[in-house]
């Protein structure tokens, strides 16, 4: 089944205390990306990545990172998290041209910072 | 760079009547339009899209939009909706054949109501 999983899907952390939530594909997409949504602002793109080793900041990149070692995980990565990181955060990944640019998403991690 | 805007943020509906929410998209070349929903505690799911051809396109359970390129807009619709399409309804668009990012609007909540 195509699917883009996330972990954790619920996430309860404290101020400054790094923390990962990864990402997995296994549809083979070139394209890969993370959004946070909030309320009355939508999804904001975060961050993406055209491909293995290519990344770009999105919209809202401030206090996030991350890698594309392999073609199926994308992880997100929060340094030091601060309260207004609290969000929920989906991941998202397409293929490229030939009509295939549906972007398919993974079920959302909540995170909450104290 | 492309922005959209959904200028219904609440409607509310009684089961039976018809639906239309607006989304206008601002960027002067092609674009991929696309129409996501999302039911209380899931992600997203693709309602519809549009890459090129017949301006009214038809999507799951009823819904269809039709892009109107003069007014660029790409209007959500459905003739008779019922209490379990009650969900956010987010417009998208992106360039057309490129990686370049989705830019989704701030949503649409819909209730519908018995």
């Known amino acids: 089944e195509a699917q883009v999983t996330q972990n954790p899907r619920y996430l309860i952390t404290v101020t400054g205390k790094k923390l990962t939530v990864t990402c997995s594909q296994n549809m083979n997409h070139e394209y890969m990306s993370w959004y946070r949504q909030d309320p009355g602002l939508g999804l904001r793109q975060i961050y993406y990545s055209m491909n293995v080793e290519v990344t770009d900041k999105g919209d809202v990149p401030e206090g996030y990172k991350v890698s594309r070692k392999e073609k199926r995980n994308f992880p997100l990565i929060l340094e030091s998290p601060s309260p207004n990181q609290t969000s929920l955060y989906f991941c998202a990944s397409r293929a490229f041209g030939g009509g295939q640019e549906t972007q398919y998403f993974g079920p959302g991690t909540r995170l909450l910072v104290l | 760079a492309q922005s959209v805007s959904q200028h219904n943020h609440h409607v509310i509906l009684s089961e039976a009547a018809s639906l239309e929410l607006g989304c206008n998209y601002s960027?002067?070349?092609?674009?991929?339009l696309f129409w996501y929903v999302q039911y209380p505690g899931q992600h997203l799911q693709l309602l519809l899209k549009y890459f090129s051809g017949d301006p009214l396109v038809k999507g799951i359970k009823g819904f269809e939009a039709e892009f109107i390129k003069s007014k660029f807009s790409f209007n959500l619709r459905k003739p008779s909706v019922q209490w379990s399409d009650t969900a956010e309804y987010f417009c998208?668009?992106?360039?057309?054949?490129?990686?370049?990012?989705?830019?989704f609007g701030t949503g649409t909540k819909l209730q519908v109501i018995p």
């Open positions: 960027y002067g070349g092609t674009v991929n």
């Open positions: 998208a668009v992106n360039v057309a054949g490129g990686y370049q990012k989705v830019t």
